[in-house]
DNA sequence: TTCCTAAACGAGAACGTTTCTTATTTACAT
DNA sequence: ATGTAAATAAGAAACGTTCTCGTTTAGGAA
């Protein structure tokens, strides 16, 4: 009846997304992005296979932006620039974290360093210059 | 009546805590700690004044940690250090946050960078140590 | 095919954190 | 004393997220 077998395995559709695109997603932008493609895809199933991929490391968390949790689907350690004003998160390129900090981390602690994240907050151009409108 | 008026002003207090303290508590934590001194505290006064002095840039937000937001007052820019076993963020001192990165992003982005987070996470030397035992 | 089992799922309830609303209290100036 | 504006307590409400449970699906066995 159905010509692919497409309408299974939402669980693939939803780490496809996150690896295909660069807007760091929360769950929900998740869902209303595969909403159309499976009609009948849940919230639950977004939440439900995001927090599964985390655990098994195949997407990353880069906390929360106004309370909401965002993802990576790039688990290679990188840098992000968070705009306080649209809310995206983008990849800053090639910046270098000095990789020695992790062992003196290591050394300061003695404790276990899993990841390190380096993120700038601010505002991106568009908004920067939104700020100077009439309101 | 009243020997001091201590039982007003629960917003300095909050302040203060936040100021004095090096465990970067929670909400719940603040409210926790000074409930004790102020019996007539309320769970909303403190968020209330939290996010007032959050947002004059008074304290600062270290992000979440298992869905709960945790608080700096000491709002020289420091680097972190999550403990996913027990949740306690500890200052890490004296690494050195290359100043240089920040004209650095600006360029890249040409927005504007209000702040950058440095957090490193693991668990801490007792958790690790913990991660062994029998459950 | 039909049956069986385990995984995946949808729907909505439940949960915990945070924000909002409203009435009360306090501080201070009149 | 009285008025006024800020601060507060209490609890309701909102929001994001997780959980529960009954159903559907995939894939293997008979």
Redesign the interface.
Known sequence: MDTTTKQFRKRNAILAYLRQTKEHPSAEMVFTHLKPEYPDLSLGTVYRNLSMFKNKGEIVSL??VN?VERFDGNTTPHVH?V??GCEAI?D??Q?AVPEA??Q??TG??????????????????A??NKKGEAV
């Open positions: 906390g929360t309370g620039f705009c306080m983008t800053l390129p910046i900090l992790n003196q981390v300061e602690t003695g404790g276990v360093i899993d990841t390190c994240q380096l993120t700038f907050v601010g505002k991106c151009q908004c920067a």
